[in-house]
């Protein structure tokens, strides 16, 4: 279990799992579009105002951190809120649709989860969630007039967008609380934040609130560290289970919180098992997991990059991590060019109006472009290389410079 600190500075050594972490966060990165789906997994908004903050016994907060590790939470349902706030560009809602676009399967199939969640990266959004031990979840994405269900029933999952009357259909042998879908929930994201707990970060109990009626201790995540974009992680943890109830990330540049995600209802009783069954709607278009994979396009592994496929898979997956804790940048190197910044360097339109989305920046590393949110900053340098992290623009010029 992670160290921590109640009024003094505790260390830990859990750097491998803080590398894991980031390097899984950063697979999600693609220069531009995937910088918004990146932080929205990690942050959240401000948070729900309390009617007098409820009288509990005194913790610390190894003991607060200890509470969460050992909930075992295993039946619930209730309403849960997440709002994102990046700070991108207002773009009309084309930073959606290409986010979406990015990541759908090769059909298009708006059911796909993989491009419907990617909604959760911008805006204010009502999910209603119920699970029942590890092999019944379900998560629904409330819109105008319409419903995007996935529902994990043993073997089987379901996507069912309501609007499209689309459904997409596969199976899974894995324990699906631990998806990436299951990381949008107060739970997931607080796991992932107390990995990122070392000598470089500071951990108090700061007081109690209410959250969906019931009480919580409030655990406050701190950087130690200059430099970061992080300000501070704020989590709500239900006082009788461990239970986290809300996860806010506030951003170093201060204002309104990054994103919020916490529950406004909340029942930890057994949903009805009806709550997990699917019937395919009459008339609605099946997309298979089988299918999507044939359709979806092979990977460019041309001879042109100069590298041969595997170095390109694991170039990708496997970036390089420079500096340490909240600090920490990962690299990637794409083996091709960076974007280009108008037509007079072959960029046309395209090019140009990339460019105009980030700052030009110069350094002894040559020339690149920095793309920013208020949470996750990404330099794409004219030869090819991104570097990507929780820091500021300085650093990650800085970081391109020692690494040339």
Request: charged residues 25%; proline residues 4%.
């Amino acid at each position: 279990m992670a160290p921590y600190e109640t009024d003094d500075s505790t260390d830990t050594g859990e750097r491998e799992e803080l590398r894991a972490g980031r390097r899984r966060a950063a697979r999600y990165i693609v220069p531009v579009t995937v910088v918004g789906v990146a932080a929205a997994t990690i942050g959240l908004v401000p948070a729900l105002a309390n009617s007098g903050d409820p009288n509990l016994p005194k913790i610390t907060a190894q003991q607060l951190i200890d509470k969460v590790a050992k909930s075992d939470v295993q039946q619930l349902s209730g309403t849960v809120k997440i709002s994102t706030d990046l700070g991108l560009p207002d773009l009309g809602g084309l930073e959606s649709s290409v986010m979406s676009g990015a990541t759908k399967s090769g059909d298009g199939s708006s059911a796909d989860p993989t491009s419907k969640l990617t909604e959760l990266a911008t805006g204010t959004h009502t999910l209603r969630v119920a699970a029942d031990g590890p092999d019944k979840q379900k998560v629904s994405l409330l819109e105008n007039a319409a419903e995007y269900s996935l529902i994990h029933n043993g073997k089987d999952v379901w996507g069912y967008d309501s609007k499209s009357n689309e459904v997409y259909h596969g199976t899974t042998a894995a324990d699906a609380s631990k998806s990436d879908e299951s990381k949008a929930t107060p739970k997931g994201l607080t796991d992932e934040a107390l990995k990122s707990v070392d000598s470089t970060t500071s951990v108090t109990v700061d007081g109690t609130e209410h959250v969906a009626g019931r009480d919580a201790y409030k655990l406050l995540i701190k950087p130690k560290q200059s430099g970061t974009t992080v300000g501070a992680i704020s989590v709500a943890v239900d006082a009788k289970t461990g239970l986290p109830l809300k996860f806010t990330l506030t951003p170093a540049s201060g204002g309104a919180a990054v994103v919020d995600v916490g529950f406004t209802q909340l029942s930890l009783s057994a949903p009805a098992a009806s709550t997990f069954d699917f019937k395919t709607p009459k008339g609605a278009k099946v997309t298979t997991e089988d299918s999507a994979k044939k359709a979806a396009p092979a990977p460019d592994h041309s001879a042109k990059s100069g590298k041969s496929g595997k170095d390109l898979g694991k170039g990708s997956d496997d970036p390089t991590v420079l500096g340490k804790g909240w600090n920490s940048i990962a690299v990637f190197e794409t083996g091709g060019q960076g974007i280009p910044s108008g037509a007079k360097s072959g960029g046309g339109d395209l090019g140009g109006f990339l460019s105009s989305l980030g700052d030009q920046v110069k350094g002894d590393f040559g020339s690149g472009t920095v793309f920013s949110t208020r949470l996750v900053n990404a330099l794409v340098t004219d030869n090819g290389k991104v570097y990507v992290g929780a820091v500021t623009k300085s650093a990650l010029v800085k970081a391109a410079d020692a690494a040339k």
